[in-house]
């Protein structure tokens, strides 16, 4: 399976509630949020981008994303989902550390994570795409967007420069 494409989506949380007495990690979604994350799942799936495995950060902003984004995309069978505490403020290479220990068997992969290292690990990964999305990409990813990179070979080959960015995509949804 070393030639085989495998698809990389790298999808930022959806917009969250402000701030205030509660911890980061524990800060659920706005209304606009979860508006924002069926329209994610709607367009993954439209896109032909449902995923075997979604990791997610385990903030609760990230879980409530993958939720409605999971309601929309319908998929059957339902994909594996693996909560990880060290998504939540991970750094790129961590993010990709985890990327390369997943399933070769895996052809496309979800990571619904946060910022800057859901836009960071895109631009280190990227060797090729067109200019606006990679501009994109180096600017952040703004709540509810996501890269999706084309990676060939195995995950646990997954090098910087070692994928191409294929879209940026931020789905339109209702205020």
């Known amino acids: 399976m070393p030639g085989l494409l495998r698809r990389l989506v790298l999808l930022r949380h959806a917009k969250a509630e ?5 911890a980061d990690e524990l800060r659920a979604l706005a209304p606009l949020g979860v508006r924002q994350a ?9 896109a032909g981008l449902v995923p075997e495995l979604a990791l997610v950060s385990s903030a609760v902003r990230t ?5 409605h984004v999971a309601t929309t995309l319908a998929a059957e069978p339902e994909p594996e989902v693996v909560v990880s505490d060290a998504l939540y403020l991970a750094h ?15 052809r496309t992969l979800l990571v619904v994570g946060h910022e800057p290292a859901m836009s960071s690990l895109a631009t280190v990964l990227a060797g090729a795409g067109e ?7 180096r600017a ?3 709540t509810a967007t996501y890269a999706v990179l ?19 995509v931020r789905p339109a949804w209702r205020d």
């Open 38 to 46: 069926e329209s994610v799942g709607t367009a993954l799936r439209a």
């Open 131 to 137: 200019p606006a999305d990679v501009a994109q990409v």
């Open 140 to 142: 952040g990813l703004p």
């Open 92 to 106: 790129p290479d961590e993010v990709l550390e985890l990327v390369r220990r997943t399933d070769a068997r895996v």
């Open 150 to 168: 084309d990676v060939v070979g195995p995950w646990a080959d997954l090098v910087r420069r070692g994928a191409a960015l294929a879209d940026v």
């Open 18 to 22: 402000p701030a205030g007495g509660v």
């Open 63 to 67: 879980q409530e994303t993958w939720r």
